[in-house]
T-cell receptor, first 108, second 114 residues
Framework: SQQGEEDPQALSIQEGENATMNCSYK?????LQWYRQNSGRGLVHLIL?????REKHSGRLRVTLDTSKKSSSLLITASRAADTASYFCASPTDKLIFGTGTRLQVFP | NAGVMQNPRHLVRRRGQEARLRCSPMKGHSHVYWYRQLPEEGLKFMVYLQKENIIDESGMPKERFSAEFPKEGPSILRIQQVVRGDSAAYFCASSPRMVSDEQYFGPGTRLTVT
């Protein structure tokens, strides 16, 4: 069964705008990870947030985690056309379970 | 330090043939994972291996699919008697320690069954 579910499924924005993607998961976790996948490529790890953290930043990325709601959000600020990709959350239980992804398109 | 390597990048097989997909983890990584991705979908876990051991194969179809990670050489995902429904992208990932660590992904092998 799917552990993570991203929302929205697809998102289109203009360059310079912010993009927010949400992820909900089902079971208890010790961390939650976000990955990016460019079309036809493998996944690239973006950021890992531990269960005792509420917010984490990495460059233009900001991730929040609410363990009481079993949800996380990924915010990309000042988006660029190069941010166009699919974004997945993944939560490790006894295996790493990926959500269905959010397809982000950033128009120049 | 080379990343995770997979070969071939593209593989075309006729129905009934065998497909062998190879994955060389990052240097120093002893944990290997295989995932399958259908078009427009997320990655589905297949199997988790350490050297010479299958740790978790709960995502592997019961028939025709097998995986190994020998003491020497790459990890192999083997699909016997392929069917059209096996057409997908197969990704390998590795990590230095346990499954909860971040994983480093290879570029994938795109299998097409004709």
């Amino acid at each position: 069964s799917q552990q993570g579910e991203e929302d929205p499924q697809a998102l289109s924005i203009q360059e310079g705008e912010n993009a927010t993607m949400n992820c909900s998961y089902k079971t208890s976790i010790n961390n939650l990870q976000w990955y990016r996948q460019n079309s036809g490529r493998g996944l690239v790890h973006l950021i890992l947030i531990r269960s005792n953290e509420r917010e984490k930043h990495s460059g233009r990325l900001r991730v929040t985690l609410d363990t009481s709601k079993k949800s996380s959000s990924l915010l990309i600020t000042a988006s660029r056309a190069a941010d166009t990709a699919s974004y997945f959350c993944a939560s490790p239980t006894d295996k790493l379970i990926f959500g269905t992804g959010t397809r982000l398109q950033v128009f120049p | 330090n080379a990343g995770v390597m997979q070969n071939p990048r593209h593989l075309v097989r006729r129905r009934g043939q065998e497909a062998r997909l190879r994955c060389s983890p990052m240097k120093g990584h002893s944990h290997v994972y295989w995932y399958r991705q259908l078009p427009e979908e997320g990655l589905k876990f297949m199997v988790y291996l350490q050297k010479e051991n299958i740790i978790d194969e709960s995502g592997m179809p019961k028939e025709r699919f097998s995986a190994e990670f020998p003491k020497e050489g790459p990890s192999i995902l083997r699909i016997q008697q392929v069917v059209r429904g096996d057409s997908a992208a197969y990704f390998c990932a590795s990590s230095p320690r346990m499954v909860s660590d971040e994983q480093y992904f290879g570029p994938g092998t795109r299998l097409t069954v004709t």
